[in-house]
């Protein structure tokens, strides 16, 4: 299952998507939901080329970076209100998920990863002995 982070820095997160900076552009929007034996996560990043994009992993925090590149310096914008630059975003999962199976597309603008449970977190049926007659009982 997908950790939550303090409250602290959600705030600042949402502090940052609302107003972002240059230096540090508003964050990429997420969804995330279990979806049976693993969890899905989307991300959304219009305009962001597929190879300007990054997933790494250390330990159970995966890291995601972008980058939409900077306006044409010859262009006269009338407007500019999507955010440019390097975006990058932490997760950090728990221990039940299977990081060395995560999966990755990109199509759409849209980042989805899905993520397995792992097979040791996943809910088993265990076998009950019964010493008194030494049959075997399912419970």
């Known amino acids: 299952m997908l950790m939550r982070t303090d409250p602290f820095r959600d705030l600042d997160r949402l502090t940052q998507h609302m107003l972002g900076t240059a230096a540090r552009p508003a964050v990429m929007p997420m969804d995330a939901w279990r979806d049976g034996d693993q969890f899905v996560v989307e ?3 219009p305009g962001v080329q597929v190879d300007s994009l ?6 159970n925090v995966l890291t995601v970076h972008a980058e939409r590149a900077d306006v044409d310096p010859a262009r006269e914008m009338v ?3 999507r955010p440019r630059g390097v975006f990058s975003r932490q997760l950090f999962l728990g221990e039940n998920l299977d990081t060395d199976r995560i999966e990755a597309g990109y199509s ?7 993520i397995p449970v792992a097979e ?3 809910p088993r049926h265990i076998a009950i002995s019964h010493s008194g007659n030494g049959h075997a009982i399912s419970a």
């Open 43 to 45: 991300f959304d990043l």
């Open 54 to 59: 990054g997933l790494d992993v250390e330990r």
């Open 120 to 122: 040791k977190a996943k």
């Open 108 to 114: 759409d603008g849209v980042l989805r990863l899905t």
């Open 79 to 81: 407007s500019a209100e």
